[in-house]
Each structure stands twice: as C-alpha cells, then as structure tokens.
C-alpha cells in the first residue's frame, strides 16, 4: 500500500518507508492513498492484541510479522491483558489509556513504534543507527523514553523545559534507565524545546548529523504513521465491550469524546470509522486553549493567540499537526489545497476553509472546551457521583461530553476516552477534592491513594526513591552541541 503526503502526491512510498521517514519531504504529513478495509465483524471477535495486529497490518501492510511484532511490544507492560479496559461509570463508559508502563495513553502507540521501526529499518536494509529527537511538555517524552529504552539500533534523546513539567514527570524522564537514551532540560519553555528540536533537523545534512556522525534522524511525535495506527485498536476494543455487555447490538453506532491536543488520538477514531467501525459523532474537548472548537465550529483556524498554561497541559497547544491529515481527507484528497492552507497557517498564522469542508467536518466532529474551574468542579462531582476518579485531561473530555449531551440531546452510548493517570497530575486532582494544598506532589499522591483508595500505579510509586541519572540543564541554542556530543 502506497503513502504520499498530504501536500502532494509525487513521492509515493510503501508503508515501512512511511514509518521510517516519520515526515514526508515537502514538509506534509503520509496518507494512504487508499484507506484499507477490514472484516469488522471478524475483527470485533478477537482479543485485544489480534484486534491490534489485524487493524495495525491493514493500515501498514509492508511491515511483516505484525502479530509477531504486536505480541513483543505489549506482552507485560500494561497492567491488564486487555490493555485498554472500559469502565462502566452509571453515566458514560470511560476507555481507560493509562494502563500501560507510563500511565499516559502514548504508551498505546508508543510501544508499538519501536517495533515498527526497528523491523522497518531491518527491511529496507539500513545499516546507520536512527536518532530518535523529541521535543516534550511531559507525557511523551517519558513514554518514549521507556519504548525506546534498550531498543537495538536505536537511540533517542529528550528535551523538557526546565521547570516546565510536573515534579512528577520530571522524576518519570531523569530517572530513566537504559544505554541509549538521553534526558536534558532546556532553559526555556516547551516551544523554545520544539524550535531547538526542529533547528537540529534543519541543519542536519541528507537526514543525518553534521560533523560526520550519521545517525538518521527521527521523531517519535504523532506526525508519524506508525504512532497513530495502533490508536485505531482501541476504538475496536471499546465497542467490542458495548457489545459484550449487551449495551449495544452490532451496527449501533458509538459516540466518543477525546480530550485532544495534537489531534491524534481523535484522528484515529476518525480512522477507525472509515475501516467500519460504527461510530457516530467524535466530540473533540478541549481546555482553555480552544483553537479546535472555533475550528470545528466556524472553520477558521487562528493561531494568531497567547498559549494558555492550564492543569491539562499535554493539551496546551496551538498548532495541531494531526489536522493537516484531516484537511487532507476532508477536501477529498486535494492535496493542492492542504499545501495552500498550510503556507498560509505558516506565513500569515490563520486560514479558512471551504465551506463544503467546514459542513462535512461537522457531520463528523462536534467540538466544546471546559475551562480550568469547570475541569476541577467534574473530577469531584465525578468522584462523588459516579465514585469514578479521573485526571484534567479526562475530566475536560466527561465535561464536554456532558455539554454535547445536553445541546444535541443525542443519547446515543458516550464512551469518553481517559488519557493519564490521576497520579500524573496529583497537585490539580487532589486540589479538586480537597481545596488547595500545601503538601509535596509526592505526599500528595499517597494522599490521594488514602483518600480515594484507587491505587498508585506501580510505575509511579517508587519514583522518589529512584537514582536520577540525567540532571543536566542546557541554554536553549546548545541543543545541537548536546546531541554532537552524544
Ligand atoms: C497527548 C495527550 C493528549 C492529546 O492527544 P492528541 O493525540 O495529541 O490529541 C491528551 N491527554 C493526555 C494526557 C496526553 O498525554
């Protein structure tokens, strides 16, 4: 199956490519040029990690052994078999993401990545080391860390901003173990980290590093194909649960909410509709920066605003990248004009697009966003109503499902998807249900446990106790010297 990019159709590349690649080379994002189909019904039978091979190997055919490759990357890590569990809550069905070796609902694609591209790599004969970059505001520079973490071939170096994450993200990346990885804090914020990031890419010489050291550079951000065909399987999963639990019976559609950043992970939900999956509306929730739902709403896209820092910060963002492949299929594949929109988001920091596109986006997508205040009020009214403890993240999503409820009165089944852990963010959920602290954001996570007896995953248990092993703190434009250097 052949890829090109969302901005034209004149390199064609076959899927391990795609994968290895991560961007294409006019700067757009890889589309299949024909999206595959699937035996839903089959695929609906099966357990969590045949559900997964079968979807994953649809979307990137050229990969080989993918059940082989599905089984390493997720044999163990998370804490169920299932991976993914939904929780009936009385009210919506939450899909839980956070099961997995970090607590972030990137662990999902980021454990499978390291396997696609490592067995990408082994295919197409390339004999140098790939250098995997990443720019992060938290969560998936600890759930790359941990994917990528002794993985042969490979090595991959994170850049936080320096007082940027939350104490216990911090301890989640500088306590990270293995001989391939790297942890560095920039002096700056998380755009002064993604800029340095991009500056390295665009000083590298034919995708390697100057100064002779040829490493291929990668990243292991959502722009990759190979990090959003493994979010297809869990919309699967979820329905296949409705199903079981005699909820729904099969065609019924589904309604989801994702809280969103990068557009990804709703991405995929789109993705698994188009494969067959009987979907209705994909509720797209945002936090305080709500660029989306003006988006979705009046089709303008107008990046020309300030960032705000809110307690959901994995969704503080202005520009998502995941988009671009939205416009793309939207626009029924007329890349001529994704390559217009995108120049224009660049040169002039807002576009609008047709309005045939705006009103097909909106058969498909609603769009709301929750505020800070009102994102804290649903993790203790969920908590005392449904006895369900949720994170910001998850808890800007129910809020906005509840708002979506309430001005569509479409009562079709929710499932509200969960993306971190509430121990990511402890200082927020604890505040939530107990006013504001003074504790340490470790004590406040035993307080938590004590409180709401939902247990502290293991992963982030022991974290105050663990050695940390990269401490290191950079000026913003020493990030190249840093990785020469590596
Ligand atoms: C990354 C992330 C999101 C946003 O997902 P996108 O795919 O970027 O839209 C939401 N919540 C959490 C906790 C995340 O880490």
Known sequence: MLY??????????????????????????????????????????EDTMSMAARIIGAMLPDIENMDDLVRKAYTGKFQTEELTPTVDTGKFTVLELFRGPTSAFKDVALCMLPQLLTKAKTQKGMAEDILILTATSGDTGKAALAGFQDVAGV????????????????????????????????????????????????AAENGCLPGGNCSRLSTANSINIGRLAPQITYYFKAYADLLKRGRITMGDKVNFCVPTGNFGDILAGWLAKKLGLPVGKLVCASNANNILTEFIRTGTYDRRRPLHKTISPSMDILVSSNLERLLFFMSGGDTALVAQLMGKLNREGVYTVPEEMKDAISQEFWAGFCDDAQASKTIEKVFKEQNYLC????????????????????????????????YKFPAAVLTALEGEQTLDEFAMMDRLQEKTGVPIPQNLSGLQEKKERHTGVIEKDKMLEFVMNL
Not at 161 to 185: F, I, L, W, Y
Not at 186 to 199: E, R, W
Not at 392 to 413: C, I, L, M, N, Q
């Open 4 to 45: 090109h990019s969302t901005r034209s159709v004149d390199t064609k590349v076959d899927s391990a490519q795609a994968v290895l690649s991560g961007l294409a080379p006019d700067g757009g994002l890889y589309v299949p040029q024909q999206l595959p189909t699937i035996d839903v019904a089959a695929c609906l039978q």
């Open 391 to 422: 994170d910001t993240h998850t808890a800007t999503g129910w809020a906005v499902a509840e708002s979506y409820v309430a001005e569509t009165g479409d009562h079709r089944p929710m499932v509200v998807l969960s993306t971190a852990s509430p």
């Open 155 to 202: 090595k991959i170096c994170v850049f936080y901003p320096d007082g940027g994450v939350s104490k216990v993200q911090r301890a989640q990346m500088v306590t990270q173990e293995g001989s391939n990885v790297a942890v560095c804090a920039v002096k700056g914020n998380f755009d002064d980290a993604q800029t340095g990031v991009k500056n390295i890419f665009a």
